[in-house]
């Protein structure tokens, strides 16, 4: 790990001038990478706060995520690093959280709860496509950057492993910006708008539980729930996406309701 951040921080110190459009970041795709599979672990190693279902005895849901991720990831070339991050799925068998989170690198993370409260698959891919925007946007390395200071950042150029490891274990408790999330809308629109599944989705939840049930991360606090919506809303009508579902078999209320029944 050490050698990997010597090595990156260190070209992108030379690179900063070939910066993308929508903000610095220090890291490399590599670093996306090696931080996502550090929270990986950490989130293994913490079976209480984190009680992962079994995919070998739980198939039936754990095909249905993914069959509906390869239709968001395979229907949109809006991806930039889809060849890239594994995407690799865990459901979170915690009925109290209605929650999803997606580290960098693209490990997604959904907890029972979230997928008992929705009542569709397109209102689920919504939450999914949101998500997935964080890690593809790279959010998560681009909010470090910004909050660490290039000056930090490049100080860990012979900075000790721990020090790194310190950085990688706030990125559970980071929390994204309003434009980070108003983003992660707007892809989760593109994203969806050319799949089977309403390319509105994402605001399926704001619709029904408002702002009273809590904080989940793709809900957050800002912007407004309704600010959400209305995003949501625009970005589906100016992309002229259709306003229905157009399921495959599996994938409608009836079999959206026996995932529920099976998790
Ligand atoms: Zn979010």
Redesign the pocket.
Known sequence: MKKIYIVTLALAALSLQSCKKGGLNLFSIEDDIALGKQTQQEIANNPTEYPILDEATNQAAYNYLYTMRDAILNGSSEFQHKNDFEWKLYIIKRDDVQNAFCTPGGYIYVYTGLMKTLDDASSLAGVMG??MA?ADRRHSTQQMTEVYGIQTLLSFIGGNAQQIAEIAGQLISLK?SRN??TE?DTYSVKYLCPTRFRADGAADFFKKLGGSQGVP??M?THPDPGNRISNIEKQKTDLNCSDADNYTPGEDITNYNQLKAAI
Do not use: I
Request: aromatic content about 20%; charged content about 30%; hydrophobic content about 30%.
């Open positions: 949101h998500e964080h994204f980070h999330e992660a991360e793709f957050s």
